[in-house]
């Protein structure tokens, strides 16, 4: 099974939103919704921010969003602040019984 | 608290045998899925497998399998990857993680085992 596809990077300033885009195929991201996405700081194990495309988990500022459409998922972030700047990984359940991540994209905050 | 509390970092050497572990402990180890997760220096995060402590049952990544074991000690609430003869290639660090099965993610995760491969 392939990696699913991210942008490796994505930038924005202070303030404004991002959209970091998933892409699976229908074995993967489009016959599921077990997507979810991950931030990891330099360093760091990573954290849980969505789950199951687009559920919070406590403690994740509602600034972060998920959602999906076909075999693209989705994660924005609105009101970027300087502590968001980070590593984030999507990852899905597959038709396999197995897990695949994305490849990963760096968000700076201009 | 849920914890998971991953055994210290190693040096080896091409060939050798390493077993790392993952001792977690704060919830119910034997009904809830444990895998393990790699990260190659500056690279991405890659789905390794993961075990159901109480029966044992183990998944694979069609990547990994083969090239690894995942087990687990119910007794002592511990995982364990497991290598029979280590490559420079297995350079990473290794995170293990509890994932919920049912609704597809990791909730909690290992602070990491650094494993150095180097003759």
């Known amino acids: 099974q392939s990696a699913l596809t991210q942008p490796p990077s994505v930038s924005g300033s202070a303030g404004q939103s991002v959209t970091i885009s998933c892409t699976g195929t229908?074995?993967?991201?489009?016959?599921?919704?077990?997507v979810s996405w991950y931030q990891q700081p330099p360093g760091t194990a990573p954290k849980l921010m969505i789950y199951?495309?687009?559920n919070r988990p406590s403690g994740v500022p509602d600034r972060f969003s998920g959602s999906k459409s076909g075999n693209t998922a989705s994660l924005t972030i609105s009101g970027l602040q300087a502590e968001d700047e980070a590593d984030y990984y999507c990852?899905?359940?597959?038709?396999?019984?197995?897990?695949?991540f994305g490849g990963g994209t760096k968000l700076t905050v201009l | 608290e849920v914890q998971l509390v991953q055994s210290g970092a190693e040096v080896k050497k091409p060939g050798e045998s390493l077993k790392i572990s993952c001792k977690g402990s704060?919830?119910?180890?034997?009904?809830?899925?444990i895998g393990w997760v790699r990260q190659m220096p500056g690279k991405g995060l890659e789905w390794m497998g993961i075990?159901?402590?109480?029966?044992?049952?183990?998944r694979y990544s069609p990547s990994f399998q083969g090239q690894v074991t995942i087990s687990a000690d119910k007794s002592v609430s511990t995982a364990y990857l497991q290598w029979s003869s280590l490559k420079a290639s297995d350079t990473a660090m290794y995170y293990c993680?509890?994932?919920?099965?049912?609704?597809?993610?990791?909730?909690?995760w290992g602070q990491g085992t650094l494993v150095t491969v180097s003759s």
């Open positions: 229908s074995s993967d991201v489009g016959s599921y919704n077990r």
């Open positions: 075990i159901y402590p109480g029966d044992s049952d183990t």
């Open positions: 199951e495309v687009s």
């Open positions: 993680a509890r994932q919920r099965y049912s609704y597809g993610y990791i909730d909690y």
């Open positions: 990852s899905s359940y597959t038709s396999s019984s197995t897990w695949v």
């Open positions: 704060g919830y119910s180890f034997n009904s809830n899925w």
